[in-house]
């Protein structure tokens, strides 16, 4: 049997994940790849530092360059993460005429468009499944499982952070700092959580998975994305009684008039499987026009679901290893030459419906204040629940639920609304999606 | 652009949505396949029928022979059924190099093996994605997104009669014959329900599953199936109440002593996703040792979603077409000559746990004959609860939940149970599986 030689760039837990999964599988691997496999080399800043895997049999070396530019080398995992030392390393080595593999999604929004011209025009692959949603193999299913639909919209549960907050918060009634100083002490948040809570790091996975849905460039930077910072017990509370769960979606529609790109919290019907997608799991929820829904679930983190998305990219190197480069997948999905560039919608051309949450004065005409500057909008009310007020409070909280609109439309009817003298404080608002 | 010839075989439900798909996302699917793919030619038994799909351009015969011949045609759709004349046609397109996409279950699994072999004599491809939980990429996911796994287990709902069946009789607490009319009325059950109550077509899919998933030749005939025929409406109350939703199964697991592959009602906790999973829809649960969980939903069945999965696999044949043979994904997932004859269990020798109802006359001591038994073949009791007796009736229904046990003492103890004078009629067995 012929054997394949992986170069690991960075031993950390996904790097470790991947070096442990390589070995304890091998058997299972070599039978399915028709190849051996072998990590002969990897990188890591300190080599005195206890790794998770067993480094025994692989050279070692704190420069990365060493490792990109050896002949020996089939293929590079490139698990150092960050858009830098990462990208510089990633074009080199496909100009060394190396495969690539990595679990960088910020690598890959910000800079996919360059690399896989590059990677292109020198006939190598650079695949990139374990970039979004960890284990799932999403990236696999749009762009070859279901690559004879029309993809209508994708909505995905795509931060495992986010989720185990949001998740907490329902269960047990926990406030949102609280849940997040219990997710960093678990090690799920990093010591600044804002990639997480504030979906950027959901944007960058949306900005992926919407590029190869619909075969448009990658760009991160018109995503709207909106965290979960502000979402309270209330509004998880009030969501509950009217039927469905908080959970933050990146969302990519395909519209007439162009392409929805957004990340925020989001209201769904508590029947729906994504809306039960709990704790740091990751599930996915793609409409295909034949196909209709179709959801894939599983764990978006950690370094052995990781690694099973890295393994099974360097399984399918493998497997098409010399093949000539017209008979492969394309990077995105489409074609490089058919990738279209259709605009992306800025927010206020965004569709959706609203959970609407305020603080109104407890007397008669207040509520028709509201409605009717709604009504002028074209706005209309899907549901509504006035709670009794608190013993003391002069306000009582309004919850409604409004019909499909254009942003633009509630961004005015809003400003309208909070400067009526019977509201007080600042509206919350959601938006709602059927996904149905 | 270069043009990939299709012929298809049987213009019926799928064979029309093919059509139909391949039409309408031409330009998506030839953005992504990079080739434009036109059907040349289709057969059918009767010409005049009425189609589903526009037929203009497309060479009509009552002779699929005649296709399969034809050597303009690069591709063969297998959308006939049966395992008679599409096993004939299948073998002699291969024998004149044609690749094959089929969405036959029966044909895969029971004369897969020869098949196989065959195209890769041949140098050909052929796919079956749409064989097995319609427009599910289920294949894909295990063949090549989870790679890297040993596959420990894999459980699902891959038949949506019995689903829908199973659904009815707990959202609206009807009889399983009521609602197998009512399927059969819409169309979902065919006038011969048999393949699907009694699990006979799961057992197809689960053959295929359990192939792909463990690199073993396809073995139907081995393959346990029980079906959804005496399922009642208490036992699903009774699974309710005991926090259980009652699902039809195809499950196979990997065991030191050998391969379960087995078809069954099945209780499972309410709150796995799996067990949400309603109506006609389809859904499998694969664990994978690096990865976890992974779950994958979507229709099961109909025109279109099948049709979604036949043309998947046709874009995976043309954007490989040219490659050399060993460039390309095995058809079993595992290399062919990596397929391992790893033996596969008898029912006897299953480890599950159960659900057991049995009526029992309403006097001390009962419980203590029921329980004693059971104790003597070392099966643990996990829930028991005892009905009130219904007035006029001198027994009382008990229901059981046992802990894991081999199947072996369980058919023995309840031999011994129901010969007992103070039980009445026989027990009620099903299948409980955790799934976590």
Redesign the interface.
């Known amino acids: 049997m012929k054997a394949v030689k992986i170069g690991v760039l960075g031993l950390g837990t996904v790097g470790g994940?991947v070096v442990n999964?390589?070995k304890?599988?091998s058997k299972?691997?070599?039978?399915?790849?028709?190849q051996e496999i072998i990590v002969a080399s990897a990188s890591a800043r300190d080599l005195s530092r206890k790794r998770i895997c067993d480094t025994t049999g692989i050279h070692l070396t704190t420069d990365s360059f060493e490792i990109i530019n050896d002949p020996e080398i089939d293929i590079i995992l490139e698990l150092i993460g960050g858009t830098g030392l990462a990208k510089d390393l990633v074009l080199q080595a496909i100009e060394n005429g190396k495969h690539i593999v990595t679990a960088n999604k910020a690598l890959i929004a910000l800079h996919g468009n360059e690399i896989f011209a590059k990677a292109s025009k020198k006939g190598v692959m650079v695949l990139f499944?374990s970039a979004v949603a960890g284990?799932?193999?999403i990236i696999?299913?749009i762009r070859?499982?279901?690559?004879?639909?029309?993809i209508q919209w994708l909505a995905g549960i795509i931060n495992g952070t986010g989720n185990f907050i949001l998740t907490e918060m329902r269960d047990k009634g926990r406030d949102f700092d609280d849940v997040l100083a219990e997710a960093q002490a678990l090690g799920y948040a990093e010591a600044d959580p804002t990639f997480d809570v504030e979906g950027i790091d959901a944007g960058h996975k949306l900005a992926i998975l919407a590029s190869i849905a619909f075969?448009i460039p990658l760009q991160f930077d018109k995503v709207f994305t909106e965290g979960i910072t502000k979402i309270t017990r209330a509004d998880v509370e009030y969501a509950e009684q009217l039927g469905y769960r908080i959970k933050h979606l990146g969302i990519a529609r395909k519209t007439d008039q162009g392409i929805e790109l957004r990340v925020h919290p989001t209201l769904i019907p508590e029947r729906r499987?994504i809306a039960?997608?709990d704790g740091v799991m990751n599930a996915v929820l793609v409409q295909?026009?034949?196909?209709?829904?179709?959801?894939?679930?599983?764990?978006g983190a950690g370094a052995?679901?990781t690694?099973?998305?890295?393994?099974?990219d360097?399984?399918?190197v493998v497997?098409?290893?010399?093949?000539?480069p017209?008979?492969?997948?394309?990077h995105l999905?489409?074609?490089a030459d058919?990738i279209?560039d259709i605009p992306v919608l800025s927010s206020e051309q965004i569709k959706t419906a609203y959970y609407l949450r305020l603080n109104a004065e407890d007397k008669p005409g207040v509520l028709a204040e509201v409605t009717s500057i709604l009504a002028n909008h074209n706005i209309s009310i899907e549901a509504l629940i006035q709670k009794e007020p608190i013993e003391g409070e002069t306000t009582v909280p309004v919850i409604m639920l409004t019909q499909t609109t254009l942003e633009k439309e509630m961004n005015a009817a809003i400003i309208e609304i909070e400067a009526l003298s019977t509201i007080t404080g600042s509206i919350s608002r959601i938006r709602v999606e059927t996904l149905g």
């Open positions: 994940g999964v390589l304890r599988n299972e691997i070599s039978r399915r790849a028709g499944e284990g799932i193999p696999k299913a070859e499982g279901l690559s004879g639909n029309q075969g499987l039960n997608v295909g026009d034949a196909v209709g829904p179709t959801l894939y679930y599983g764990a052995e679901p690694a099973s998305a890295v393994v099974a360097i399984v399918d497997r098409v290893l010399t093949s000539d017209e008979n492969r997948v394309p999905a489409f074609q058919a279209a």
